[in-house]
C-alpha cells in the first residue's frame, strides 16, 4: 500500500493472485499493461470525485477497476455522482481513441495496441454492467435516488446486485455441469461481487444513518435555490423509522402529520424528525 497526495492506493488480493499466475505463465507485458489501464481508470475517478469537491480517502485496484472510499458529507448530488461513475469508463474511451489514432498511423506494435484496445473495451463494458459496485450499478442507483426513497434505492440495489452476483457465480460454473472447464476469472469475479454486496446489504442500516446524518447539507441546498420542499403526509401513529425512509436524496421535506380524523395537525421540518429520531 502506498500513499499518493493523502490517497491510500492498495492492490486487492485478487489482483495480487492475477499477478503471480501471470508471473507463472509468461505474461507479466499483459498484466502491467492491464495494472496501468485500471489506474489510470481509476485516476478518472479521483479527479472527478475531486472537482466534485469530495475527498477520497482511499482506492483499492482490482483486475477490472478499482473501489473508492470517499467522504463527501452530503454535498454528492446524484447527478455528481454519476458524473463520478462515468469518469472511469471515460478514461477507457480516450485510451482506446488514441490507440486508434496509433494504428492508423501505423505506430508502434500492431499486436499490442490491439490487445490495449480490446482490454480498455472489456474493462470499461465489464464496469458499465449494472451491478454494484461496478460503475454502472453506482449510476443505476444513483439515477434511481433522483425518484425513489433513497432507503429503498439501498435495499433494492444491494438485492439486485447479490442476485447478479450469484449468476455470474452460476455461469462460471455452469460448464462443470457439461463436462468443461471451469471459468476460473469469472469465478473469482463473481465471489468478489458477492462479497462485496453482501457486505454492504448489511452495512446499509449505518449507510442510511449516514445519509440522514448529513441532511443539513440538503437543508442548505434548499435554501441556497429556494426549492420547494416535497410533502410527505403522514399518520401521527406511524413509526418514525417508516417516514425517514421516506426521504428522497436531492429533495428537502416537510412532513405533514394527520390525526385519526384525516385533519393536519402538524407541519414539521424534516431537521425536526432527525434530529428527534438521534435524540438531540
Request: glycine share 8%; hydrophobic share 50%; charged share 15%.
Amino acid at each position: 500500500m502506498i500513499r499518493i497526495f493523502g490517497i491510500e492506493l492498495s492492490l486487492h488480493p485478487l489482483f495480487v493472485l492475477i499477478l503471480l499466475f501471470s508471473v507463472l505463465t509468461g505474461q507479466f507485458l499483459e498484466l502491467l499493461t492491464l495494472f496501468t489501464i485500471v489506474l489510470i481508470h481509476e485516476l478518472g475517478h479521483v479527479c472527478a470525485a475531486l472537482l466534485a469537491g469530495v475527498t477520497v480517502r482511499s482506492v483499492q485496484l482490482l483486475p477490472f477497476g478499482g473501489v473508492a472510499v470517499i467522504e463527501d458529507h452530503g454535498r454528492l448530488t446524484a447527478s455528481r455522482e454519476i458524473g463520478i461513475a462515468l469518469a472511469g469508463p471515460l478514461q477507457n474511451g480516450i485510451m482506446i481513441l488514441l490507440a486508434v489514432m496509433l494504428q492508423q498511423a501505423n505506430a508502434g506494435s500492431t499486436a499490442f495496441l490491439a490487445y490495449f484496445i480490446q482490454a480498455n473495451a472489456i474493462i470499461a463494458l465489464f464496469n458499465l454492467l449494472p451491478v454494484l459496485p461496478l460503475d454502472g450499478g453506482k449510476v443505476l442507483q444513483a439515477a434511481l435516488s433522483m425518484f425513489l426513497p433513497y432507503y429503498y434505492t439501498l435495499l433494492w440495489g444491494g438485492r439486485i446486485s447479490i442476485g447478479a452476483s450469484v449468476l455470474v457465480i452460476g455461469y462460471a460454473l455452469l460448464p462443470l455441469g457439461t463436462g468443461g472447464g471451469l471459468r476460473l476469472n469469472l469465478l473469482m469475479i463473481g465471489a468478489f461481487l458477492l462479497y462485496s454486496n453482501r457486505t454492504d446489504h448489511r452495512n446499509l442500516p449505518y449507510r442510511f444513518m449516514a445519509f440522514l446524518m448529513n441532511r443539513e447539507a440538503m437543508y442548505a441546498r434548499h435554501l441556497r435555490s429556494n426549492s420547494e420542499a416535497r410533502p410527505i403526509v403522514a399518520d401521527s401513529a406511524k413509526p418514525l423509522d417508516d417516514i425517514l425512509r421516506l426521504f428522497k436524496r436531492n429533495q428537502y421535506h416537510f412532513i405533514y402529520v394527520m390525526n385519526d380524523d384525516r385533519n393536519i395537525v402538524a407541519v414539521v421540518p424534516e431537521q425536526r424528525l432527525i434530529s428527534t429520531y438521534f435524540g438531540k
